[in-house]
């Protein structure tokens, strides 16, 4: 299997750059040299002439004949990102962020010096292979708000200021929230100009004549109008926070799911002296996925350790059981998976401890005494009521991000070339990117097996943690 280092990055490159193909520019450029009007566009427009002036009232038809190139292929170049995305990785999380990649390229393309190109139809292309219930969703809602105002601003600034709604309504999934936030984030700075002309009488009803669209505004016009002018202004900065909410994303990658914290002794690692490693597993249980890896893990005589979140021990006691009839260790994850769990009081983070030993003795009769806590995170307080009830902390030395959806290729790639000597490899049997469940987890699935053999033939053992804590122990070595 071919090592696939960077895939992800490579993956967003390629659709930042294919939102940035100028497509409204070309456009307006092949209109002044006259082929907009003799040419395919103008035969094309000929035959929408006869479909579109029945239906429409003649100014309101010509406006979607001056601007319906550029939005359909607008709407392709993010239609096409998502499916470059699906077929190279085919992770719902590897499509949305792709997607976003060129919903960004869109707005400030490298192409045209990262001047920003208009209109929405990019995200629509983006938002239609990635949540197509709710696109439709998202539509009728435009339809009702311009069919009340005959404004197209004002429709797509009410239908993308509840698009974050609409996506929570519809998929109940973290990512697609995060999702739903930058496409309005991104679509409220495009579209500021257009709403401030409306509120200030500057622009046309669609039915007046008005545009329908901003993808075909003239260069001169841009130049010249102030709101078009504060409207970059405000696009800059809904991209700015769109880049701080990557780039918080891409800490918690980096730093967070690594661990925080070196003022109290952790288990990170074992030693280097003996050639074994261990498996585990972060937030099940989970009724799709985790029955899988346990008939993985059987099929190979492979022993891991299960970090299990209460709430989910409490909703699935027949996995727990299985896991601890399997010989597999079993690990507290928190009772709820918070999202810091440092910045909690003592009681509730005692809770928080305690429920889960309960909802696990309760499951499968074995008490834990290894946690991890969520991302990593701890503190001295964490630590001491740990201690106070006998708890080892563990960490992790080497992380499968798994929780990226990458494919299973590049997982495979990055656990196989990093590995070493009592290493401690995380893996997630469920999560999403903040809630502790929902995501997918094939990836995973499918690169556990590669994953398995490709270490067993380095010679590598599969051990639990606790089984890794003795051993290093012996030799004085733990980590």
């Not at 190279?88 to 060129?102: D, E, F, I, P, R």
């Not at 100009?193 to 901003?214: I, P, Q």
């Not at 890896?293 to 190979?300: G, R, S, T, V």
């Not at 798994?402 to 590995?419: A, H, L």
Request: charged fraction near 20%; include cysteine.
């Amino acid at each position: 299997m071919p090592a696939l280092p960077n895939e992800f990055l490579i993956m967003l490159i390629c659709g930042y750059l294919i939102g940035s193909i100028p497509v409204g520019t070309i456009v307006r450029h092949v209109r002044r040299a006259g082929f907009g009007k003799t040419g395919m566009l103008g035969r094309m427009n000929t035959g929408l002439d006869r479909v579109v002036l029945d239906r429409l009232p003649p100014a309101m038809a010509l406006t979607v004949l001056d601007t319906w190139p550029a939005v359909a292929l607008n709407f392709l170049k993010g239609a096409a990102a998502v499916l470059m995305a699906r077929a190279v990785v085919g992770s719902l999380t590897a499509m949305v962020s792709v997607g976003v990649a060129a919903i960004l390229g869109h707005a400030a393309p490298v192409f045209l010096r990262f001047r920003s190109e208009r209109g929405t139809a990019t995200i629509l292309g983006v938002a239609a292979l990635v949540a197509p219930i709710t696109t439709s969703v998202w539509s009728a809602v435009w339809l009702v708000v311009f069919a009340l105002t005959r404004y197209s601003a004002v429709a797509s600034v009410a239908s993308f200021a509840v698009f974050p709604l609409l996506l929570w309504w519809v998929k109940h999934s973290d990512l697609m929230v995060f999702f739903g936030v930058i496409c309005s984030a991104v679509a409220a700075g495009q579209l500021y100009g257009s709403l401030e002309r409306v509120f200030a009488g500057k622009s046309k009803r669609a039915d007046e004549g008005g545009t329908l669209s901003e993808a075909d505004i003239e260069e001169e016009e841009e130049e010249a109008s102030p709101p078009i002018r504060q409207s970059r202004l405000r696009a800059r900065a809904a991209l700015a926070c769109v880049a701080l909410l990557m780039g918080g994303l891409w800490f918690a990658n980096k730093y967070v799911y690594r661990g925080f914290g070196m003022q109290v002794p952790v288990i990170r690692a074992g030693g280097p002296y003996y050639k074994v490693v261990a498996l585990t597993f972060d937030d099940g249980p989970d009724p799709i996925y985790t029955p899988r890896i346990l008939d993985i893990l059987k099929k190979n005589n492979v022993k891991a350790t299960f970090f299990i979140v209460g709430r989910h021990a409490e909703k699935y006691p027949d996995i727990v059981k299985q896991i601890a009839a399997d010989g597999h260790d079993i690990g507290s994850h928190s009772y709820s998976h918070p999202i810091n769990l440092v910045v909690l009081s003592r009681d509730k983070m005692a809770q928080e401890i305690t429920k889960t030993e309960e909802a696990i003795y309760k499951a499968c009769g074995v008490r834990p005494y290894l946690f991890r806590p969520p991302r990593g995170l701890y503190n001295r307080a964490l630590t001491d009521q740990l201690k106070a009830r006998k708890y080892t902390l563990v960490l992790w030395s080497l992380s499968s991000r798994d929780w990226q959806e990458p494919s299973f290729k590049e997982i495979t790639w990055r656990v196989t070339t990093g590995i070493k000597n009592g290493d401690i490899l995380l893996f997630h049997d469920s999560g999403s990117l903040i809630v502790p469940e929902g995501g997918s987890r094939e990836s995973t699935i499918a690169a556990l097996p590669f994953v398995i053999k490709e270490l067993r033939d380095k010679g590598y053992r599969f051990v639990t943690v606790s089984d890794l804590i003795i051993m290093s122990d012996l030799n004085g070595s733990i980590q």
